[in-house]
């Protein structure tokens, strides 16, 4: 499968962006898909979650009650919207596919290797 992410781009602090991630080849509405995101100089970070089915998400403490992790499985398509942006939320956001088992991917959904599929990645610039 082939991912696509789209919609970074420049906000000021306390701004909205939605990024979105695009699926080819293969329908989406089989993989639990993942955001991760690296800023200059850091390494990778997960971000948000969303089970196949789109019932269970998961989110890293430092964006909880900010961001929101939805699916449309009719589109092939993840959003993540994006609320009271920080300057420390600047990064280049990935979105990923993962085809692990619901029991294997509820314990492991944070860590890369739970991940088959990666998009190239959107910027998104949060100014202060």
């Known amino acids: 499968v082939q991912l696509q992410a789209s919609g970074g781009g420049l906000v000021q602090a306390g701004g909205s962006l939605r990024i979105s991630c695009a699926a080819s080849?293969?329908?989406?509405?089989?993989?639990?898909m993942g955001w991760f995101r690296q800023a200059p100089g850091k390494e990778r970070e997960f971000v948000a979650a969303?089970?196949?089915?789109?019932?269970?998400?998961y989110y890293a403490d430092s964006v909880k009650g900010r961001f929101t992790v939805s699916r449309e499985n009719a589109k092939n398509t993840v959003y993540l919207q994006m609320n009271s942006l920080k300057p420390e939320d600047t990064a280049v956001y990935y979105c990923?596919?993962?085809?692990?088992?619901?029991?294997?991917?509820?314990?492991?959904?944070?860590?890369?290797?739970?991940?088959?599929?990666w998009g190239q990645g959107t910027q998104v610039t949060v100014s202060s």
């Open positions: 990923a596919a993962s085809s692990r088992g619901l029991r294997y991917y509820s314990s492991n959904y944070g860590i890369s290797p739970s991940y088959d599929y």
């Open positions: 080849g293969r329908t989406l509405s089989s993989y639990h």
């Open positions: 969303i089970t196949w089915t789109g019932g269970t998400t």
